[in-house]
């Protein structure tokens, strides 16, 4: 079955850096669009970053500039390099399955379990 497992989580200070990555198995990687959210207290999910298959990225404003999503399709992972880290960073960053190679919600999506990240001196 889909398996999303995020790691690389913590606590870090502003300004500093962290890189989450995101393993998948359980389908063909290469055929879809993959993502990270994060949801912080109180508020909603919302996206970070996307990318195809082939590499097409899109992000949130909050984050350009600061964040790159990469993917490995012979690795089957999907990563989050996050630079310049502010507090309103903190949240909970999940790894997302979009349901086809395209970035677009709806159809079956599949989501990973999520991996908290402080940004607090």
């Known amino acids: 079955q889909v398996q999303l497992v995020e790691s690389g989580g913590g606590l870090v200070q502003p300004g500093g850096s962290l890189r989450l990555s995101c393993s998948a198995s359980g389908f063909t990687f290469s055929n879809y669009a993959m993502g990270w959210y994060r949801q912080a207290p109180g508020k909603q999910r919302e996206l970070v970053a996307s990318?195809?298959?082939?590499?097409?990225?899109n992000y949130a404003d909050s984050v350009k500039g600061r964040f790159t999503i990469s993917r490995d399709n012979a690795k089957n992972t999907v990563s989050l390099q996050m630079n310049s880290l502010k507090p309103e960073d903190t949240a909970v960053y999940y790894c997302?399955?979009?349901?086809?190679?395209?970035?677009?919600?709806?159809?079956?999506?599949?989501w990973g379990q999520g991996t908290q990240v402080t940004v607090s001196s």
């Open positions: 997302k399955r979009y349901s086809s190679m395209w970035p677009a919600n709806g159809g079956r999506e599949y």
């Open positions: 990318i195809t298959p082939r590499g097409t990225t």
